[in-house]
């Protein structure tokens, strides 16, 4: 993720408007709040299956709407990732306003042609450090775990039904005590391992 490159081109910090970065954060700032409202929508939808899943008398039913709780999972997992990688690009677009609002003053002191001969790479790097590091870390530690899922396919499988069984106990659970929101919660932490 080279914010300088997707937002800029191959043009240094010096030739960026304050305007093109004030923009790209509103950019970013919408789409983190779409994103959000997905996640809270996706939170909501599997609490109603759930919630469904403890009046269905049927074992049947109660097993697809466990595979739709668990779908729903996976795409709200999905969407926190996005949100991550926007929440980065926003933190580092907001540290690239903040060297421009300082350009005058680091003009003076001699510092900003230092900066502003950096390529965009090197300019994010400095700017975003550590951060940029640990998310190319995680990129190679997630392509190699996408491997090794694709390789084990057949027990994939296999655990996810076990995960299907454990919410459809939960949903049991919760019909017999009538405490459908502290069952939710413990299918949420136990068999889906989110934490709150």
Do not use: C
């Not at 694709?150 to 995960?163: F, I, Q, S």
């Amino acid at each position: 993720m080279k914010i300088l490159d997707h937002l800029l081109g191959r043009k240094g910090i010096d030739k960026v408007s304050m305007s093109e970065l004030e923009d790209e954060k509103i950019r970013l700032g919408v789409e983190e709040k779409r994103i959000v409202s997905k996640i809270e929508k996706l939170e909501d939808e599997k609490a109603k299956l759930f919630k469904e899943g403890t009046i269905e008398p049927s074992k049947r039913r109660k097993t697809i709407l466990a595979r739709k709780i668990k779908e729903k999972d996976e795409d709200a997992k999905d969407q926190d990732r996005e949100h991550r990688k926007i929440s980065k690009k926003l933190r580092a677009v907001e540290r690239f306003i903040r060297v421009k609002k300082k350009e005058k003053k680091l003009k003076e002191k001699g510092l900003w042609q230092v900066i502003a001969d950096m390529s965009p790479d090197e300019l994010e790097d400095f700017l975003v450090g550590e951060e940029t590091k640990s998310m190319k870390e995680e990129g190679r530690l997630n392509e190699v775990l996408g491997i090794l899922k694709e390789e084990a396919g057949t027990y994939e499988v296999l655990d996810e039904e076990e995960d299907i069984k454990d919410i459809v106990s939960k949903m049991e659970e919760a019909a017999e005590s009538k405490d459908i929101d502290e069952k939710y919660e413990e299918m949420e932490r136990e068999v889906l391992k989110n934490e709150e």
